[in-house]
Structure formats: C-alpha cells, structure tokens
C-alpha cells in the first residue's frame, strides 16, 4: 500500500471515529507528526475539534482512540493529550514509502497545488553596462529556484528576464568607449563582452571628477538615443551585442534559463502612453516644473519631512522616461501577453519603495491585476572585504567567482584524491558541479529577505550545511547501490517489518515530509526550506548507514529493505537538489 493510501486511511478511520462517537464527522482534520518517532509515525491534533464536538481537545482524543480499531495498516491509536499518534505498522510504512517514491520518478514530491494558476517570474534584470555580480547570482539562483517550486506544485511558469538595455547608465559605457576606446573590441583585447563594456564604465567613474562635463554629455547622449539618432542607436547595439554574447557564457555557467526576455528599450515608449492616459484620467499630473508626477495616497506612504504629500516622477520634465516609466509599460505588456494570474518580482530590497510605488500606479491606471504583482525581495550579499561595488570597479564578478569556486573544488578533489587515480577532465567536471553546488546552496540556505556573509571556503566544504555535503550523501548512497548490484540479492524479497530502529524511522519520516515541504516551500517562495529539509535528509540518512550495516546486514531479507530505503533516499536527495538547480555526482 502506497503512503498516499495509508494516510487516507488514517483520515478515514479517524472520521468513522468521530461519526461514531459524536454523530457527525469533523469538519476539518489535518496529519501531522508527533516530536519524537518513539511516539508515533503520525498524529492528530484535537484542538480545531474542540469547538465543533463541544468537548475539551484531550476528552475528545481519548474517545477517537477508543473507537479506532487495529487494520490492515494502522498498528495503535494514542490519546496523549488533545493529541491522536498513530503508529503504523513497518512493513506497511517503509514499503508504501519506498514503493511511492520509485512509482513517482521524476514526478516525486510534485502535487497539484497551483494547477491552472499563470504566474511569471522575473528575475536577475542586468544592466548592459556592465558583467553580472555576486548580487545577480543571488537573483538568479533565487529566481531558478522559486520557479522550480512553483512549477513542481503545478503552477505553468513562465520566467522573464528584463534587460535594463537604455538609461543614463548605458550612455556612460558608450560615451567613456567613444573618448577613449581608440576602437578596440572585446575580439581584439581578448576580453569577454560583458566585462570590455564593463571596463568603460570603470574609466567613466575614473574620468568623472576630472571632466565636469561628462554629465552634460551623457545626458545629450541619452536624449539623441531617443530621438533615434542612427549612429547613437548603432553604437548603442554593438555594444549591448558584446555584452549580451557575454551574460550569455555566464547564464550558461550558473543553469539559467529563460522563457521570455523583455528590454526597457522596447517598453519604455509604452510606459509613455499609459502615463499620458493618467494624465487624461486624472490619475497623475503635470507639475510646476513640467514634469508628470503622481501623488501617492497619505494613508499608505505617510508623508514628506515637511508634511508634504508624497509624490513620484513618472517623467522628467525634458519628457524623458525615468526609471519607473519602463516599468509600467513592461507590467502591462507581460499580462498582455500571458494572460497572468501572479507577476513576481525578484528585486533586492534596495528596490522596496519602488515597488510600492509601482504596484500602486498601476492599480490608480485602474489595472484589476495590478492585485497579482508581488515584489519577493532579497537581502544584500556581502563577502568578508565587505560590500559589492560597481562604480569603483571592485565588484565581485560572478565569472571570477565562479572560476574561483572552481579551482577551490578542484584543489579539494585532488586533495582527496591521493593516488593520483582521477583524469584531469573527470577532476574538472566534479569540480564544476561542486563548486556550483557551493555557490548555489549557500546562497538558497537562508531566507530571501536575509542578508547573506558568502564565505567561499566555507561554502565548499564536503562537511556541514552545505551543497557539496548534499552531494556527498547523495554519492554515498550511489556507491552502496552499485555495489549491491554486484552481489545475488535480487532474488531475495525486501521484509520491511525487520526495519525501525530509531534511525530508520527519523529517515522514513523525513522522506514522507518532502512533497509537505515543497508545497510549504513553494508557498512562501523560500527554496530555503528545500535547504533545510535536504540538508536533514542528507544528516540522517549518514547518521543511519554509519550506525547500521546495509549490505553487510543479519540477512538477505533486511539487506533489501535497507537497499530500497537507501534508493529512496538517494531519489529525494537527488530531486531536492535538482529544484536548487544543483547537479548529482555518482562519484565524489
């Protein structure tokens, strides 16, 4: 009997139950599990049934408990206070779990929770000005992640990209390459894309003080690129090529993927419009100085120092398009376009206010679905010399960060590998995968809203809570597997009933509680969770083949038992890890 089945049973006999006892079946009863295994493998909380039977919660668990009977699956039922544990019997348990999990393949831990539901999530936005940071790898990996879960609870997901193509700061990269490039290309510097144009708005950042009419000129820059002037608008796509051929590489390196990308050079006109019909709405207004502003109401932005209500600029008044212009026209475009239920955002939190901000300009456009954007935001990522910085040309780029993961995975593996026995390519492929599973894990484990100290070594180490522990437990329970596979135990059935020892039943309930945690996960748009609870499985199942022999059990019958938990733990690992965007090692 599959875990499904058994715990309907367990919602069925506790119905009857109450039928029986109490003349009407509860209206709401939930699974949960007791603190300790020795208690139970379930239970039945009998305080949402306290109001509904008229009766003091314990009262009513002991009543439950006498009613139910022994079954086919269900061992006892335990009235411990207003709680019900039930035990079930262990062939039943670990076989309906370990069946389930291989039944379920790739589908294992999906449900059906968001069916039907459209939601897009937009994430890791760059700027073309410059190469991708250890903050835009927090964005994607989050992003990567949240679209996992969403899309495992059967959401239909579409995830966006919107590229900050156009603005004052693309024109700095182009204006510094214009003065100073002397026409050189990535192609003859031998410099990746992202990081030539990168480079230029170092110098303009260097040039700046030195130049005081730099800022004039990259402002002359940004009104002919609106007015299409052609030579501006051909230097602005060479550029935007080469850093595109770049974040390219990068996507590549980090697993992300894209269904859709939207460019603020291709919105911001329709962000125009959408004002301009605020304005013959009534919706926003023209100030004294000729820009459109809209006032945002007191009763949810408070007000200025001087009592003042708040307003927020919709466009200058040179009519150039401000930051926010762009992305009304993009919000509209994406619920145009794919008929969405949700639109999530994932902005750091820098990007609070601007979100408020956005979300309720929609709404006064009059937008119904303005209700279904929600901004997840994220905390900042610091590194141990302190916070990131683009301008002065100290970010953290991910390529370089990357590359040093690598080399921190590759010097760990040949650290490991004292024979000399692997080829430098398998060290270079285990490497890769360890060092993205670091990168990726360290900076999931935690809640989006928290900030993150990335310490790279100690993101990469194969013991505590980390990807590369994750991995490792994973290779593990591989390594046992094949082995098996060398040995006659084919032939031999599994007898479940000889398991449940504390160990194996802190492990059988960690694997049943993963499809929960993934909805939970999902739910709160936490991958973090996934973390937490893989991480669990990972401890536990070390925990119980250190303590326990699998394949050098008492006998055959157990040695299979013990095999088909060991497989159905290294599936959960496994999935867990792939909705991170971690891959699997077979060897470590």
Same mark, same amino acid.
């Given at each position: 009997?599959?875990?499904?089945?058994?715990?309907?049973?367990?919602?069925?006999?506790?119905?009857?139950?109450?039928?029986?006892?109490?003349?009407?079946?509860?209206?709401?009863?939930?699974?949960?599990?007791?603190?300790?295994?020795?208690?139970?493998?379930?239970?039945?909380?009998?305080?949402?049934?306290?109001?509904?039977?008229?009766?003091?919660?314990?009262?009513?668990?002991?009543?439950?408990?006498?009613?139910?009977?022994?079954?086919?699956?269900?061992?006892?039922?335990?009235?411990?206070?207003?709680?019900?544990?039930?035990?079930?019997?262990?062939?039943?348990?670990?076989?309906?779990?370990?069946?389930?999990?291989?039944?379920?393949?790739?589908?294992?831990?999906?449900?059906?929770?968001?069916?039907?539901?459209?939601?897009?999530?937009?994430?890791?936005?760059?700027?073309?000005?410059?190469?991708?940071?250890?903050?835009?790898?927090?964005?994607?990996?989050?992003?990567?992640?949240?679209?996992?879960?969403?899309?495992?609870?059967?959401?239909?997901?579409?995830?966006?990209?919107?590229?900050?193509?156009?603005?004052?700061?693309?024109?700095?990269?182009?204006?510094?390459?214009?003065?100073?490039?002397?026409?050189?290309?990535?192609?003859?510097?031998?410099?990746?894309?992202?990081?030539?144009?990168?480079?230029?708005?170092?110098?303009?950042?260097?040039?700046?003080?030195?130049?005081?009419?730099?800022?004039?000129?990259?402002? +002359?820059?940004?009104?002919?690129?609106?007015?299409?002037?052609?030579?501006?608008?051909?230097?602005?796509?060479?550029?935007?090529?080469?850093?595109?051929?770049?974040?390219?590489?990068?996507?590549?390196?980090?697993?992300?993927?894209?269904?859709?990308?939207?460019?603020?050079?291709?919105?911001?006109?329709? +962000?125009?419009?959408?004002?301009?019909?605020?304005?013959?709405?009534?919706?926003?207004?023209?100030?004294?100085?000729?820009?459109?502003?809209?006032?945002?109401?007191?009763?949810?932005?408070?007000?200025?120092?001087?009592?003042?209500?708040?307003?927020?600029?919709?466009?200058?008044?040179?009519?150039?398009?401000?930051?926010?212009?762009?992305?009304?026209?993009?919000?509209?475009?994406?619920?145009?376009?794919?008929?969405?239920?949700?639109?999530?955002?994932?902005?750091?939190?820098?990007?609070?206010?601007?979100?408020?901000?956005?979300?309720?300009?929609?709404?006064?456009?009059?937008?119904?679905?303005?209700?279904?954007?929600?901004?997840?935001?994220?905390?900042?990522?610091?590194?141990?010399?302190?916070?990131?910085?683009?301008?002065?040309?100290?970010?953290?780029?991910?390529?370089?960060?990357?590359?040093?993961?690598?080399?921190?995975?590759?010097?760990?593996?040949?650290?490991?590998?004292?024979?000399?026995?692997?080829?430098?390519?398998?060290?270079?492929?285990?490497?890769?995968?360890?060092?993205?599973?670091?990168?990726?894990?360290?900076?999931?484990?935690?809640?989006?809203?928290?900030?993150?100290?990335?310490?790279?070594?100690?993101?990469?180490?194969?013991?505590?809570?980390?990807?590369?522990?994750?991995?490792?437990?994973?290779?593990?329970?591989?390594?046992?597997?094949?082995?098996?596979?060398?040995?006659?135990?084919?032939?031999?059935?599994?007898?479940?009933?000889?398991?449940?020892?504390?160990?194996?039943?802190?492990?059988?309930?960690?694997?049943?509680?993963?499809?929960?945690?993934?909805?939970?996960?999902?739910?709160?748009?936490?991958?973090?969770?996934?973390?937490?609870?893989?991480?669990?499985?990972?401890?536990?199942?070390?925990?119980?083949?250190?303590?326990?022999?699998?394949?050098?059990?008492?006998?055959?019958?157990?040695?299979?038992?013990?095999?088909?938990?060991?497989?159905?733990?290294?599936?959960?690992?496994?999935?867990?890890?792939?909705?991170?965007?971690?891959?699997?090692?077979?060897?470590?």
């Amino acid at each position: 009997m599959l875990i499904s089945s058994i715990k309907n049973e367990i919602l069925t006999a506790v119905e009857a139950a109450c039928q029986n006892q109490f003349g009407q079946k509860p209206e709401t009863l939930k699974l949960g599990y007791p603190p300790q295994v020795e208690l139970g493998d379930f239970t039945v909380e009998c305080f949402p049934l306290a109001k509904q039977f008229r009766q003091n919660p314990a009262q009513i668990a002991q009543a439950i408990a006498a009613k139910i009977e022994p079954s086919k699956s269900i061992q006892s039922v335990a009235a411990v206070g207003p709680y019900l544990n039930v035990k079930i019997y262990n062939r039943a348990l670990f076989g309906g779990v370990c069946d389930e999990i291989v039944q379920q393949g790739e589908r294992l831990g999906n449900t059906d929770m968001g069916r039907g539901q459209r939601v897009m999530v937009e994430y890791l936005s760059p700027n073309t000005n410059k190469p991708l940071h250890l903050g835009h790898i927090r964005n994607g990996v989050l992003g990567m992640g949240v679209s996992n879960l969403l899309e495992a609870t059967g959401h239909t997901v579409i995830k966006a990209n919107l590229v900050n193509d156009r603005g004052v700061h693309i024109c700095k990269s182009m204006l510094a390459w214009q003065k100073w490039g002397d026409d050189g290309t990535p192609e003859t510097t031998d410099t990746k894309g992202d990081h030539f144009v990168g480079d230029w708005y170092v110098r303009y950042a260097q040039e700046e003080d030195k130049h005081p009419d730099l800022e004039q000129e990259t402002q +002359g820059m940004l009104l002919k690129w609106e007015s299409g002037d052609p030579e501006t608008l051909k230097l602005w796509e060479m550029m935007n090529g080469w850093v595109y051929d770049g974040f390219g590489e990068t996507y590549q390196k980090l697993g992300l993927e894209f269904d859709a990308f939207y460019y603020e050079s291709q919105t911001y006109n329709l +962000g125009k419009d959408l004002i301009q019909d605020g304005l013959q709405k009534g919706a926003f207004v023209v100030a004294e100085d000729g820009a459109v502003i809209a006032k945002l109401p007191v009763d949810e932005f408070g007000t200025q120092r001087d009592g003042s209500q708040k307003v927020e600029t919709l466009l200058r008044s040179d009519g150039t398009s401000v930051y926010i212009t762009q992305d009304l026209g993009t919000a509209k475009m994406k619920f145009d376009e794919h008929q969405l239920d949700r639109s999530i955002y994932v902005v750091g939190s820098e990007q609070n206010y601007h979100f408020q901000c956005l979300f309720k300009l929609l709404d006064m456009l009059g937008f119904e679905w303005a209700l279904g954007c929600y901004h997840l935001s994220y905390g900042m990522v610091n590194l141990p010399e302190g916070k990131m910085k683009s301008r002065e040309g100290t970010v953290i780029d991910a390529d370089d960060l990357i590359e040093e993961m690598f080399q921190l995975a590759a010097d760990e593996i040949r650290g490991r590998d004292s024979e000399g026995e692997l080829s430098d390519e398998e060290v270079q492929k285990r490497a890769f995968a360890i060092g993205m599973a670091a990168i990726k894990f360290y900076l999931l484990r935690v809640r989006p809203e928290l900030t993150i100290n990335f310490d790279p070594k100690e993101s990469i180490s194969f013991d505590g809570f980390t990807g590369p522990y994750c991995q490792y437990a994973y290779a593990r329970c591989a390594s046992i597997l094949r082995r098996a596979q060398m040995q006659d135990f084919a032939s031999v059935e599994a007898d479940f009933s000889l398991l449940g020892n504390e160990e194996e039943l802190q492990l059988i309930r960690a694997l049943i509680q993963f499809p929960e945690v993934v909805e939970e996960a999902a739910r709160d748009l936490s991958p973090a969770r996934i973390c937490n609870h893989l991480f669990t499985v990972a401890q536990t199942v070390n925990q119980f083949y250190h303590k326990h022999p699998v394949l050098a059990a008492e006998n055959p019958p157990l040695i299979q038992a013990r095999l088909a938990l060991i497989n159905a733990s290294a599936a959960v690992i496994k999935k867990a890890l792939a909705l991170l965007g971690i891959e699997t090692l077979e060897e470590m």
